[in-house]
């Protein structure tokens, strides 16, 4: 049975980034597409894909579906941001192409920011799936964890600046609604990278607007090799070269921030651990030179080992080094 469309209910707009993913893109559309919430616009945006994805959206045959395409490939950051800028709902939601939502996570999180208008987010709790989208129940409670999301009550935080980008327990790109007029768009930045989600977190918090958490897992998150968690985890030395710049970018920002002073010297460690995983990108690429000077600007705040470990190599002879760097 279809829900009937009700007047009433606000404009939810759905934003797809997507990059050459044609299966799960599948997946993720058809997961928006079935929202028991029915005011949606589903915006996916495309990002110079080698292989244009018109043909799997008008497969749909949802008047819904909005096509954006690139021309050329712009990277994460920006081919979000633009989407996000076209949305007209009056909520925003990401959803990654490799990602799944459950039918009704639109009609459990948008009704919460509709009967609060303190409310910036509504976020909930997610589970971790495999590349054949089979949830791993272990994988799934230690992400809960990791967040600290076990430690989160059903209900509202407000100012949720520690919870948000601190212990970084919303998902913004998974499983969180936005009240879009909430947030200073024009703020969003290219530097932010495959940080957008921290940083769209960031500008929602900011003004001290609240956050309404349920503790319902209704994404699942998909982990797989070409995901950019697993990449910049990795070894891929261009993915420690993107996470690196920018972290120094978004931790930079917070630390500046007069509301965050509280954080600051956690920011702060953020900071310095984020030019310390740039440099490691740049010795993986064999950029020696360019390398040394965030070590050096690591080392005179802090001792650190892995800095130290680093800066070490960055002085032997590059054969020596290439191979210390590949068993590490």
Request: proline share 5%; with cysteine.
């Amino acid at each position: 049975m279809q829900l009937q469309h009700h007047s009433n209910e606000p404009l939810v707009s759905v934003i797809i980034p997507t990059y050459h993913r044609p299966d799960y893109l599948k997946e993720a559309i058809k997961s928006a597409v079935n929202q028991t919430y029915k005011n949606i616009e589903i915006i996916v945006s495309d990002d110079a894909s080698p292989e244009n994805p018109q043909k799997i959206i008008e497969s749909f045959q949802d008047p819904r579906i909005r096509f954006r395409r690139n021309s050329k490939n712009l990277g994460i950051s920006l081919n979000v941001i633009g989407a996000f800028q076209e949305a007209k709902g009056k909520y925003v939601a990401s959803l990654n192409d490799d990602d799944v939502w459950n039918d009704d996570l639109l009609e459990k999180l948008v009704p919460q920011l509709e009967a609060n208008p303190n409310l910036v987010v509504a976020f909930s709790d997610h589970y971790i799936m495999d590349p054949d989208g089979k949830i791993n129940h272990a994988a799934t409670e230690e992400n809960t964890q990791r967040w600290k999301r076990d430690q989160l009550k059903e209900g509202i935080y407000q100012p949720f600046y520690e919870i948000g980008i601190v212990h970084q327990a919303v998902p913004s790109a998974v499983a969180t609604v936005i009240r879009k007029d909430a947030i200073e768009w024009d703020d969003f930045q290219p530097q932010m990278g495959p940080f957008w989600d921290l940083y769209l977190t960031y500008l929602a918090c900011r003004n001290g607007g609240g956050a309404y958490y349920s503790p319902e897992r209704l994404a699942r998150y998909r982990v797989h090799s070409q995901s950019e968690s697993m990449i910049s985890g990795g070894v891929s030395s261009q993915a420690n070269i993107r996470a690196g710049k920018a972290g120094i970018f978004c931790f930079r920002k917070f630390m500046e921030d007069q509301r965050l002073q509280e954080f600051k010297d956690y920011f702060q460690e953020k900071w310095l651990q984020a030019h310390t995983t740039l440099a490691i990108g740049l010795l993986r690429s064999e950029q020696v030179k360019e390398a040394r000077p965030y070590l050096l600007h690591v080392l005179r705040q802090k001792f650190n080992f892995k800095t130290v470990a680093a800066f070490v190599l960055s002085l032997i002879p590059q054969p020596l080094a290439r191979k210390l760097l590949a068993s590490s």
